[in-house]
């Protein structure tokens, strides 16, 4: 009614208010289409919390923040607190050699410098596997696998056998368990590894195998029902590989897939390596041709001839991803790479 008998401009300035919000109409907010996508996203990856969720819709190309993300699933009810379920893998009581903790506050700044190594099982209807898994710690990379009917050294050196097929690591560090201090194992590393374990009880000191593990069973081994042990080795294997390699996205990594992030790590070592000419990028050199010039792959005791320009048989191919590069260079310097928990 006061609009009627005065100026808008008098109101407003007696109200302390700007006209503008006289006008104001809000609009409604539509949620509709991101909910779609988020269910989309969940159907996915059905283990994602809310800030994956919010990742992977950033991936696709949509502007979201992590509160909106949050709240939408609160609404749909995809946030949920899973309880602890833990069966006793780990036998420490043994006559073998035990070796101290190497990696307790190490600060961790390349592929292949620390190996972490656990054990999980997984429950089929008629008998019980178990699953032994090698992570290289830097890319997050799983190195290793192996699933067995049993607890004994085969299940392990099986795993290790397949990493090493990959790399060498600097350091191998695990829990005390019998399935790493027995000889065979010990005997399969590389003279050059140097040999880390937790302390027995204190599961925190091997924080990053515990929580690939628990990646693993959340993410595929409780989502499935294996015919046997057949059908078992072959979709955790395809899980393993395919999935969590090359597909699923690590806040730790920027939120890259370790195969990106490695990519872009060796993409970044070899132009470092081109601009302080340790890799001839093209033409002669003082010492002779491009052709001529060995260069050390990035990892210990490790040695590839490179032509000119090429990238070394073991690093993946580089991808054009401007965020992998940022992530790789800032990653050294980030607390995430400290190994503890």
Known sequence: MMRASYPLALLCE????NRSSFYYEPK?????ALKDAIQQVRADWPAYGYR?????????G????????LRLMRQMGLIQVRPARKVHTTDSEHPFPRYPNLVQGLQICRPDHVWVADITYVRLA???????????????????????RGLDASLTVGALRMALREGVPEIHHSDQGVQYACADYVEALPESTQISMAAVGEAWQNGYA?????????????????RDYADARRRIGAFLQDVYNRKRIHSALGYLTPAEFEAAYCQSALTAAADAAIIPVAGETEAGSAEEQPARDSR?????????????RDCPRPLDLADALHASENLPSNNSTRFSV
Do not use: F, H
Request: hydrophobic share 40%; net charge positive.
């Open 210 to 226: 515990e929580r690939v593990i628990r990646t693993i069973k959340e993410e595929c081994i409780e989502l499935e029902d294996y």
């Open 62 to 69: 949509l502007v979201v923040n992590r509160k909106r993300v």
């Open 300 to 312: 210990p005791g490790k040695r590839r001839d490179v032509a000119a320009g090429a990238v070394p």
């Open 52 to 60: 994956r969720v919010c990742a992977e819709l950033q991936r696709k």
């Open 14 to 17: 007696t109200l302390g208010c």
């Open 126 to 148: 008629t008998e019980d596997l178990y699953l032994a898994v090698i992570m290289d710690v830097y890319t997050r990379s799983l190195r290793g696998w192996n699933l067995w």
């Open 28 to 32: 409604p907010c539509d949620d509709a």
